[in-house]
């Protein structure tokens, strides 16, 4: 049976480092820094792996800092983390339509990063100018895994998927004008590429893109 701590607030799931490689990650909104910090200090002293705190507002990660020593904050990922993990063979490149696109790429670049994955971030090579894409097409193929982000209508994840062999992990984004329907239209188009063997994660997930390429990583006895 799944050993977990009731802390009253929240029922901390403290083997899922032993099923899946990984401490629970914390999400932040919702939650009281006193809740915030009680989970990671409950985290930290029955893991050892990387404990990581999403989408942190600059406020509440210095309170919760304050509270729990160790930690680092990004503000552009908004993400708190304690103890990263040691770098793998893995490269991700994390790739974005455009300058808009730069938040979610932010989180994508930072959980990877805590994860122990070496990162290399492609900006602003949309399909609307496709010379672009086309010119980092080498780095693109380089890399181990790619996550693609794009807003508008999400044509990019597909042309990358036609360009590169590796695995290809696509991220909506909320980018966009009125028919862009706030990341739908793009997660849409995604879901039904050409260029087969995508992956889709949900609409402005950078985390979720991480952590995908991260079980790309992982080899788990059986």
């Known amino acids: 049976m799944s050993?977990?701590?009731d802390l009253?607030?929240?029922?901390?799931d403290l083997d899922r480092e032993t099923r899946q490689g990984l401490p629970e990650v914390v999400y932040g909104p919702g939650k009281r820094v006193n809740e915030i910090a009680g989970i990671v200090t409950a985290l930290l002293g029955r893991n050892t792996g990387p404990v990581l705190v999403t989408r942190v507002e600059p406020g509440t990660a210095a309170a919760v800092r304050a509270l729990v020593s160790g930690g680092s904050y990004d503000p552009d990922a908004r993400l708190l983390v304690w103890r990263p993990a040691p770098p793998v063979e893995h490269t991700v490149a994390v790739v974005t339509a455009g300058t808009a696109d730069g938040p979610v790429a932010a989180e994508a670049?930072?959980?990877a990063s805590a994860l122990g994955l070496r990162t290399v971030t492609v900006r602003d090579?949309?399909?609307?100018?496709?010379?672009?894409?086309?010119a980092a097409a080498d780095d693109l193929r380089a890399a181990d895994s790619v996550i693609v982000i794009a807003g508008m209508e999400g044509a990019l994840a597909s042309v990358v998927g036609g360009?590169?062999?590796t695995p290809v992990i696509a991220v909506p984004t909320s980018t966009g004008y009125g028919a862009a329907l706030e990341g739908v239209t793009a997660l849409?188009?995604?879901l039904t590429s050409c260029a087969a063997g995508l992956t889709v994660v949900n609409i402005d997930s950078g985390f979720g893109a991480a952590l995908a390429a991260y079980r790309l990583t992982r080899r788990t006895p059986r």
Do not use: D, I, Q
């Open 3 to 5: 050993k977990s701590l």
């Open 8 to 12: 009253g607030y929240a029922r901390v």
């Open 109 to 111: 670049a930072a959980v």
């Open 125 to 134: 090579v949309g399909v609307a100018g496709l010379h672009r894409v086309l």
């Open 163 to 165: 360009l590169v062999e």
């Open 188 to 190: 849409l188009a995604m």
